[in-house]
């Protein structure tokens, strides 16, 4: 198949703003998929509310445009009724670590067989540009007028901690490396974690005096390095990107189906 079967072309142009990088993870994950020769039928994408989420309406797939934070719950309940079924839950910060904060950490420990798409702006960008907890101290926001005094998380060392076997971390600056790594995600058998790093110039970027979107991407490739680089030996403070963790774990639909078979045979 094509990329533009996978998408629903009557609601395009998207509503993202203009130098909003989440129609490149958009982009990114159309690649992916038109790589595996995935058949539309056979995916389900969940997503639960802000900017990120508004990615199910694009796409062509069995889609569900759930509850804030939600994303996840609602996709391991599809998951564990069809296990045969790709599951994508794309989230933003809220929907990932903040209110879905709860969720995402028992999906990495149960292995559930999906992957959350982990789409980073640093801000809540559909309701105003509250500061979320990926947005970092000392980062201003409209609820943060004075500045923010919150840590961020990390979602890469979250996911890991929490037993998520893929965890993964790229930018909408490196194209071509999003695509690969969120093929590689999905092919994995468990609980993948990607981050994609996007800039919000309409709300974080204003906010924080970044500049311009093209700023913002310029950005992006300067303050990221390839996992194990030199140039993160020499600069500490560079954001590492590639894959982080990727190991085989018993699968939780998997196991749960031999306790079906257990309880079915009275062992």
């Known amino acids: 198949m094509a990329i533009k079967d996978y998408i629903r072309e009557k609601f395009f142009p998207h509503i993202w703003c203009p130098g909003c990088g989440h129609g490149i993870a958009l982009n990114g994950l159309l690649h992916a998929v038109e790589n595996m020769g995935l058949k539309k039928n ?3 994408m969940v997503s639960g509310i802000g900017c990120s989420s508004r990615i199910a309406g694009y796409l062509d797939f069995h889609t569900l445009h759930t509850i804030h934070g939600r994303a996840l719950a609602f996709a391991i309940g599809v998951k564990m009724s069809r296990p045969e ?3 994508l839950a794309p ?3 809220g929907d990932a670590l903040s209110i879905g904060g709860n969720h995402f950490i028992h999906a990495c420990r149960r292995n559930i067989d999906m992957t959350a798409i982990v789409m980073n702006n640093k801000v809540y960008g559909m309701t105003g540009g509250q500061y979320s907890p990926l947005s ?3 980062t201003m926001a409209t609820t943060a007028p004075y500045s923010n005094i919150d840590q961020q998380f990390d979602v890469v060392d979250m996911a890991t901690a929490a037993g998520a076997t ?3 971390r ?3 600056y490196h194209v071509q490396q999003m695509a690969d790594i969120l093929e590689e995600a999905i092919r994995h058998k468990g609980f993948s974690v ?4 996007t800039p919000c110039p309409t709300y974080f970027g204003r906010k924080n005096r970044e500049g311009s979107a093209v700023d913002m991407m310029e950005k992006l490739k300067t303050m990221t390095t390839p996992i ?6 020499e600069n500490p403070a560079l954001i590492e990107r590639g894959v982080f963790v990727k190991k085989e774990m018993p699968e939780y639909c998997a196991e749960y189906q031999k306790i079906i078979e257990r309880a079915t045979k009275g062992n």
């Open 194 to 197: 990607v981050e994609v790093m």
């Open 85 to 87: 079924l790709t599951l």
């Open 91 to 93: 989230m933003g910060d």
């Open 136 to 138: 970092g101290y000392g």
């Open 42 to 44: 056979d995916v389900v």
């Open 228 to 233: 194990g680089s030199k140039a993160k030996q």
């Open 166 to 168: 893929f965890v993964a």
């Open 170 to 172: 790229t930018t909408a």
